[in-house]
Nanobody, 120 residues
Framework: QVQVVESGGGLVQAGGSLRLSCAVS????????MGWYRQAPGKQRELVAV???????NYASSVKGRFTISRDNAKNTVYLQMNSLKSEDTAVYYC??????????????WGQGTQVTVSS
C-alpha cells in the first residue's frame, strides 16, 4: 500500500508565497522521479515541475524562475516553493511519484490534490 499526501495549499494574495509538501509512504523500495502538476478550472492538467532521484529538475516555462522543486529522499518527501504568485497560478496542485515496488515494478502514484488560490 502506497500513500501520497499533499499539504500546504491555501489562499494567498498575488505576489505572495506558498510552500507545498508531498509525503509518500507505504510499501516502497525506492522512489524515482517525482513531480508537481496542476489543474485550473476549464483547463487540462499540466506539468509544473519534475525532479529525478538524483536532483535534476525541469520546470514549465510559466513558472520558471518563480517556483522551486526539491526533495528530501530520507523523508520520501517532495516540496514546491512558490514565490511571486500570480492569479493564473490558481489551481489544484497534485503530486506524482514514480515508485519501485518489489514484485510489481515501477508504478505512478497520485495524491488527492491541494487547492492553491491566488487573489488579486
Amino acid at each position: 500500500q502506497v500513500q501520497v499526501v499533499e499539504s500546504g495549499g491555501g489562499l494567498v494574495q498575488a505576489g505572495g508565497s506558498l510552500r507545498l509538501s508531498c509525503a509518500v509512504s507505504g510499501s516502497i523500495y525506492t522512489i524515482r522521479g517525482m513531480g508537481w502538476y496542476r489543474q485550473a478550472p476549464g483547463k487540462q492538467r499540466e506539468l509544473v515541475a519534475v525532479i529525478t532521484s538524483g536532483g535534476d529538475t525541469n520546470y514549465a516555462s510559466s513558472v520558471k524562475g518563480r517556483f522551486t522543486i526539491s526533495r528530501d529522499n530520507a523523508k520520501n518527501t517532495v516540496y514546491l516553493q512558490m514565490n511571486s504568485l500570480k492569479s493564473e497560478d490558481t489551481a489544484v496542485y497534485y503530486c506524482n511519484a514514480n515508485i519501485l515496488q518489489i514484485g510489481v515494478g515501477i508504478t505512478g502514484a497520485w495524491g488527492q490534490g491541494t487547492q492553491v488560490t491566488v487573489s488579486s
